[in-house]
């Protein structure tokens, strides 16, 4: 039997990876445009190529993530709970391809400024492990590049008992250390023309 009350303190950490990493290490994200980093309490605004490369690196966290994630669980699951999202005809595709068995759908509401139906779907499901692995090794920046996203870059793992506490913990400083050293280069090799001096802000 599953022990939610320990299951908890995993699946808020996995959760907060992304979320944790974007408050300390990008204070405010502008797609196609710049970003603020904070690096040893110095902040910067990145644009330019300098905003290209930080995408880039934020790409390889994604597919990064994913990797530490399947390590971990790879002996102990045979199938992968994941979430993902696309087009009606994009899913359909997607799942065939992966063999990935659907077991939620839920299509995206329309918006106040949009009108008719919107095709697009957040789908739970589950995947072969040696299909997932074959999706995480065949990922690439350019699938998260946001002029050309696809089904693959919105992947993530759903919150399962197969990932401990402390695995999940070293997961998140394993990122955190990642992202750090990525903009820290990035940073250090950029010109000012790209790389501004900018105000730190205060995160509550």
Sequence with gaps: MVDFHRLAI???????????????????????????????????????????QYKNLDARRAIRILGLQLDAMESHVDLIPISFSGTKDEISKFSALYNIEITKSNRISNLPENKGNIDKYIVDGNVPKVQFKRLVEGL???DFDPLNKTVKSSIGIRPNAFLSEDQSREIGQNISSFM?????????????????????RNVS
């Design 140 to 142: 690439t920046i350019q």
């Design 10 to 52: 995993p699946i808020i950490i996995i959760l907060a990876i992304g979320g944790i990493i974007s408050f300390f290490l990008a204070y405010s994200f502008y797609p196609k445009k710049n970003v603020n980093v904070n690096v040893d309490g110095l902040c910067f605004e990145l644009v330019g190529s300098a905003f290209n």
């Design 180 to 200: 750090q050293s990525g903009i820290k280069r990035i940073v250090e090799s950029g010109d000012t023309n790209v790389i501004r001096s900018a105000e730190c």
